[in-house]
C-alpha cells in the first residue's frame, strides 16, 4: 500500500461533535488541524446513532437536531481549513525523538504532528455489516448503514433489515416518504421497545411495511452499485426475491477503542483517565476530550466535551508555538478568520 504523507500542528482522533469543535478552539490558537474518523461521515454519533433525534442540552439552543448540531460544528470550523480524513481508522500513534508525534490510519496515511487530541468517544465506529457477496460496491450507493435523512428515500421501495430499536424506529418514520418497506427479521421476536413494535404491526396492516420474517439477507442483485432486488433465505433454505432501490441492513453499530490500547496511553475501564485541568494523557502531548476521557465527576455530554476541547487546545499551544506567549483572547475581541 502507498502512504501518503502530512505535516501538521495537531490530529484530532475523531470527528464526533467535541473533535470538530477542537478544530474550532485549536483555529482559534492559530493552530492547523487534520480530523481522522473511521466513519464516512463526520459527527461522531450524533450522525451515526441519532441525526434526527433532537437534542435540548446545548447551550443557546433550546431544542436543535443532531444533525443540525454537526452542520453548524462544521460550519463553524470551516475558517480554519481542517483536514478531513474519512473512512481511516488511526492504527498507530508513535511518539518521535525530536518531540512530534506520527499517527498513522489503516488506509496508510501517516500525519506528523505536534499534538494529538484523541476525541475518540467509545472507539471507532463501524457498521455490522451482513456477510453479503459484493456488498462494498453497493456501499453508500443503494446499501446504506444510516439514515442522513429521511427525504434520500422518497418513494422508494427500501428493505430494513434488523430487530432492534434502530431497524424499527427507521421502519415507522421511513414509511411516511418511502413508496414501500420491506421489514426482514430471521425471528419473530425484536430486541426493540414493545411499543415500537406494536405501532410497526400496526403500520404492517395499511400494506405500507410488509414483514418478512423469519428471513435472512442472502445475496445482492443489481449493477454499478445500482441495487435491483435482494435475495432472502429462512433457515430451511427457502428462497425469496424482492425488487428494491435500497437496503438498510440495521443490525447495530459497534464501537471498539482497538489499537487506542496499544499507544502507550492509559486506558482505564475503556476511558482514558486525563488531568482535568489540560486533558492530558499519561503522554506528554497527547490529550483526551469527550466521551473516551474521564476524570473524577466527569458528566458524558456534549457541551462538557467541547468545554474540554478548549481546554486542550490552550494546554497545547506552548508546544506548537514554544517562543509565543499565550494571551487569552475572546472570540468577541479575535473575531474569526
Ligand atoms: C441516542 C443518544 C442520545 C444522546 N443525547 C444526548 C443529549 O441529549 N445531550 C448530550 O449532551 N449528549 C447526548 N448523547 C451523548 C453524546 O452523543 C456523546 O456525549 C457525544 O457524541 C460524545 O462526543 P465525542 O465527540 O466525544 O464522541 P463520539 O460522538 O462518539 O465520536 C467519536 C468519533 O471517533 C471516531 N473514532 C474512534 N476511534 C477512532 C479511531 N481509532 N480511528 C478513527 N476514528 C475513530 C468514531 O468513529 C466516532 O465518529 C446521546 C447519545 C445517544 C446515543
Known amino acids: 500500500m502507498t502512504s501518503k504523507h502530512y505535516s501538521t500542528d495537531v490530529v484530532i482522533v475523531g470527528a464526533g461533535p467535541t473533535g470538530l469543535f477542537a478544530v474550532f478552539e485549536c483555529g482559534m490558537l492559530k493552530m492547523k488541524c487534520h480530523v481522522i474518523d473511521s466513519l464516512a461521515h463526520i459527527g461522531g454519533q450524533l450522525t451515526a446513532l441519532y441525526p434526527e433525534k433532537p437534542i435540548y442540552d446545548i447551550p443557546g439552543y433550546p431544542m436543535i437536531l443532531a444533525g443540525d448540531l454537526v452542520t453548524h460544528l462544521e460550519d463553524q470550523a470551516k475558517p480554519f ?13 508513535k511518539s518521535l525523538d525530536d518531540g512530534r508525534f506520527e499517527v498513522t490510519t489503516a488506509g496508510g496515511i501517516v500525519i506528523s504532528c505536534a ?3 484523541i476525541a475518540a468517544g467509545a472507539g471507532a465506529f463501524g457498521p455490522n455489516k451482513p456477510p453479503l457477496e459484493g456488498l462494498e460496491a453497493y456501499e453508500e450507493k443503494s446499501v446504506f448503514y444510516m439514515v442522513r435523512r429521511c427525504g434520500d428515500f422518497a418513494d422508494k421501495t427500501v428493505m430494513i433489515a434488523g430487530g432492534g430499536d434502530s431497524a424499527v424506529d427507521w421502519a415507522i418514520s421511513l414509511s411516511d416518504v418511502a413508496k414501500k418497506i420491506y421489514f426482514v427479521h430471521r425471528r419473530d421476536k425484536f ?5 415500537s413494535v406494536d405501532k410497526l404491526h400496526k ?3 395499511s400494506g405500507k411495511v410488509e414483514m418478512v420474517i423469519p428471513y435472512q439477507l442472502h445475496g445482492l442483485r443489481g449493477e454499478g452499485g445500482t441495487l435491483s432486488a435482494v435475495e432472502l433465505a429462512d433457515l430451511d433454505g427457502n428462497k425469496k426475491i424482492l425488487e428494491v432501490d435500497a437496503l438498510l441492513p440495521l443490525f447495530g453499530i459497534v464501537p471498539q477503542l482497538g489499537a487506542l490500547g496499544d499507544w502507550g496511553i492509559t486506558i482505564e475501564q475503556h476511558h482514558i483517565p486525563v488531568d482535568p485541568a489540560t486533558q492530558q494523557t499519561n503522554v506528554a502531548g497527547v490529550f483526551a476530550i469527550g466521551d473516551v476521557s474521564t476524570y473524577p465527576n466527569k458528566l458524558k455530554l456534549i457541551l462538557t466535551g467541547f468545554s474540554e476541547g478548549a481546554m486542550a487546545a490552550h494546554a497545547i499551544h506552548p508546544r506548537v508555538f514554544p517562543d509565543e506567549e499565550l494571551h487569552f483572547v475572546y472570540s468577541t475581541t479575535q473575531g474569526v478568520p
Open 203 to 205: 403500520i404492517a396492516e
Open 81 to 93: 481549513d481542517p483536514v478531513y480524513h474519512l473512512k481511516q481508522q488511526v492504527s498507530d500513534l
Open 191 to 195: 430486541r426493540a421497545a414493545p411499543e
Open 115 to 117: 499534538a494529538v487530541i
